[in-house]
């Protein structure tokens, strides 16, 4: 990418190093990948780890050289924040989804809900959901889901280390 005036108020940005980003709800990785590219006028940059669209939260960019760490940081161990709505079903296992069914939950109790939680403590096979930043044959899944188009996927291998409840307000 070279300066240009009438494009860029900026000239290029030849430095190196890694860039933490509040990702928005909304934005994809490859969008916040775009801004920094065009806004800063940044030849290089890339993304440690694909975070989903409607996922908010820490997203590490490298800069110029260090674009070639990307895949070490990728495989780094990761933490995630999340909030559970007991008793609701939807199409996209997520709550940007159409609701598909409701349950009453109002038996379950703090003690039984984390007996549950704790079975997800280990290594597994995890089908991904078809909103997931996952590609399939070149493509992201959920933009094949934005389609209507699903298609089989293969379960992986993930390990949860540990989860924390913070919470439980029924």
Known sequence: MRFNPKKHRLPPF?????????????????????????????????HCGTLDPAATGLLVLVLGRFTKLSGRFSGEDKTYEST??????TDSQDMDGEV??????????????????????????????????????????????RKGIEVARDPVAINIKS????????
């Open 163 to 170: 989860i924390e409840i913070t919470r439980f307000e029924p």
């Open 14 to 46: 030849k430095e190196s190093g890694v860039l933490l980003i509040d990702k928005p709800a909304e934005w994809t990785s490859f969008d916040v990948v775009n801004c920094v590219r065009g806004r800063f006028n940044v030849p290089k940059v890339g």
């Open 84 to 89: 559970i709505l007991l008793g609701t079903q």
């Open 100 to 145: 598909t069914a409701e349950n009453d939950y109002s038996a379950v109790t703090e003690e039984q809900f984390r007996e549950v939680v704790s079975g997800f403590i280990g290594e597994q096979m995890q089908i991904p959901p078809m909103v997931s930043a996952k590609k399939q044959d070149g493509k992201r899944l959920y933009d094949l889901a």
